[in-house]
Nanobody
Framework: QVQLVESGGGLVQAGGSLRLSCAVS????????MGWFRQAPGKERAFVAAISRIGNTYYADSVKGRFTISKDNTKNTVYLQMNSLKPEATAVYYCAQRRPTSAGTYLQPTSYDSWGQGTQVTVSS
C-alpha cells in the first residue's frame, strides 16, 4: 500500500523560506510523476509544481522563480523549496503521485491517484 508523508510545514514571515519533504513508501518511486498542490481555506486545491520521472519540472506561474521542486530517488523523497514566501502562499500543501498512464495532465488533481495527508504552511505579513 502506497503511503505519502509530508513534513516541513510551519509558520514563517513573509519573505522567508521553507522546505517541504514528501517521503513515499510502498510503491516504486521512480516511475511516477510527483506533484505538489495547495489548498487555502474556501478555495479549490491548486497545482504548485510537478517533477516527472525523468526530472522535468513544471511550476504554476505564481511560484516560478521562487519555488523549486526536486527529488532524491535514493530516498524516495520529493522536496519543495519555497523562497520569498508571500502571505497568499498560506495553505495546506499536499504531495501526490501520478501514474504515467493517468488521464488528464499534471496540472489536474484528478490525474493523481495517491495523496499525502498535507502539511500546513502559514506565512505572516
Amino acid at each position: 500500500q502506497v503511503q505519502l508523508v509530508e513534513s516541513g510545514g510551519g509558520l514563517v514571515q513573509a519573505g522567508g523560506s521553507l522546505r517541504l519533504s514528501c517521503a513515499v513508501s510502498g510503491r516504486a518511486f521512480t516511475v511516477y510523476t510527483m506533484g505538489w498542490f495547495r489548498q487555502a481555506p474556501g478555495k479549490e486545491r491548486a497545482f504548485v509544481a510537478a517533477i516527472s520521472r525523468i526530472g522535468n519540472t513544471y511550476y504554476a506561474d505564481s511560484v516560478k522563480g521562487r519555488f523549486t521542486i526536486s527529488k532524491d530517488n535514493t530516498k524516495n523523497t520529493v522536496y519543495l523549496q519555497m523562497n520569498s514566501l508571500k502571505p497568499e502562499a498560506t495553505a495546506v500543501y499536499y504531495c501526490a503521485q501520478r501514474r504515467p498512464t493517468s488521464a488528464g495532465t499534471y496540472l489536474q488533481p484528478t490525474s493523481y491517484d495517491s495523496w499525502g495527508q498535507g502539511t500546513q504552511v502559514t506565512v505572516s505579513s
